[in-house]
């Protein structure tokens, strides 16, 4: 056996995991296994690929399930939102002028990693941040919405980081849509 090589900055985004999690984590990390799980797991992306496609998404779900808050004035892939820290993906409450009225635009932005991501990943994220329109903290009243409109939330959201683990890793993007020829 040879001494654990990867950095253990890599598991930065595993780090509210149990340790025995993380161990399991770099052992397919360091095994070069992590990838293929990954796909095996998730064979392939989803068709989600323009704003407007995300945007009908987003606000049908928000219609399904979350009727009382309001409408959606903007969603949209953004390629500004840095995957480290927490944001993967941003709720925002901006004002603009329109019509010489301040008017408040509710706004949903989820980072571009996830145009290129299998759709449970987007679900994912999408869940978090439509539970964001009603609990700001993540606390057990955010979390428990979340788990409401997406049951495997929990486990999404690891995957997702095992995902990014892979990336912060040295490791390619793994549902890339093929380059244009
Ligand atoms: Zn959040």
Sequence with gaps: MSP????RSALKYLAAYPPTLQQ???QLLDSGRLADWLLEKYPQAHGLRTDGALYRHVEAL????????????RVLYDSKIHVVRHALGL???????QGGRLKAQHEIRIGALFRDAPAPFLSMIVVHELAHLKEREH????????????????????????YL?????GGGRLWAPPAAA
Excluded: I, N
């Design 4 to 7: 654990v090589a990867a950095p």
């Design 24 to 26: 399991q984590a770099q």
């Design 62 to 73: 928000r219609q399904e399930h979350m009727r009382q808050t309001p409408r959606l004035d």
């Design 91 to 97: 709720h925002t409450l901006v004002s603009r002028v």
């Design 139 to 162: 606390d057990r009243a955010f979390y428990r919405l979340c788990e409401h409109l997406e049951p495997d939330y929990h486990r999404l959201e690891l995957d997702v980081r095992l």
């Design 165 to 169: 683990t892979h990336l912060e890793a």
